[in-house]
């Protein structure tokens, strides 16, 4: 069965430096991983994806996200935070089929 | 705005009750996703229609069923409502079912259950 696993329920980090949100995940076959983010009171935006090719994979406001197959990680960093990131991050897993993974979700925070 | 509109935006109602939740998925978009966001549970997936038809269930109880219409508009209906079932409803689409698409969401449904 294919899981997802984000390792911290919540991230801090101060205005300026550089954020890391991490990602795991267990699936058989040939994993599609995305990231997507929630502001309050809103749905989830889609962010970024990775399906094939260069492992590092850029996306909306900044924020990249390097496949790590050796290590079945997919971390979502940024060089430098803003107040604004401040949000609930997610991340998910498909190998192909009908169903996506989410993970439980990381709350940043990122301080003035 | 994703393009995927959801109503009502809240609702409160009754155990015991039964309540439709409705979605319009993007332009073009042929699937249609549920899924239950509480506190406790994180976001789960509830099922998922392509074109009319159903195409994958999560966990998605009894009490609940859903349907995509022919012009791909999709409802949610959750009967003999009890009160763990308050929670945000999601509804999302994407192009195809492939998984390779990413997911536009509407802005949710916010149900509270007395």
């Known amino acids: 069965a294919q899981s997802v696993a984000q390792p911290e329920d919540q991230v801090n980090v101060a205005e300026g430096n550089p954020l890391t949100v991490k990602c795991t995940y267990s699936v058989s076959g040939n994993p599609y991983l995305f990231w997507y983010v929630q502001y309050p009171n809103r749905g989830l935006q889609f962010l970024l994806k990775?399906?094939?090719?260069?492992?590092l994979v850029k996306g909306s406001y900044g924020f990249e996200a390097e496949f790590n197959k050796s290590q079945t990680s997919f971390h979502l960093k940024k060089p430098s935070a803003l107040v604004s990131d401040s949000a609930l991050y997610f991340c998910?897993?498909?190998?192909?089929?009908?169903?996506?993974?989410f993970g439980a979700g990381t709350r940043l925070f990122v301080k003035a | 705005d994703s393009g995927v509109t959801q109503t009502p935006k809240h609702l409160i109602t009754a155990t015991g009750q039964r309540v439709t939740l409705r979605c319009s998925p993007r332009s073009g978009d042929l699937s249609v996703y549920w899924y239950q966001q509480s506190l406790d549970q994180g976001l789960q997936f509830l099922i998922q229609y392509y074109n009319g038809e159903e195409r994958a269930k999560g966990n998605i109880l009894e009490r609940f069923s859903a349907q995509q219409f022919p012009d791909l508009h999709s409802e949610l209906n959750l009967s003999s409502l009890e009160l763990g079932d308050s929670a945000l409803y999601f509804c999302?689409?994407?192009?195809?079912?492939?998984?390779?698409?990413?997911?536009?969401f509407g802005p949710g449904t916010r149900l509270t259950v007395l």
């Open positions: 999302a689409s994407s192009v195809g079912t492939s998984g390779i698409d990413e997911q536009f």
């Open positions: 990775y399906i094939t090719g260069d492992n």
């Open positions: 998910a897993v498909n190998t192909g089929g009908f169903k996506t993974i």
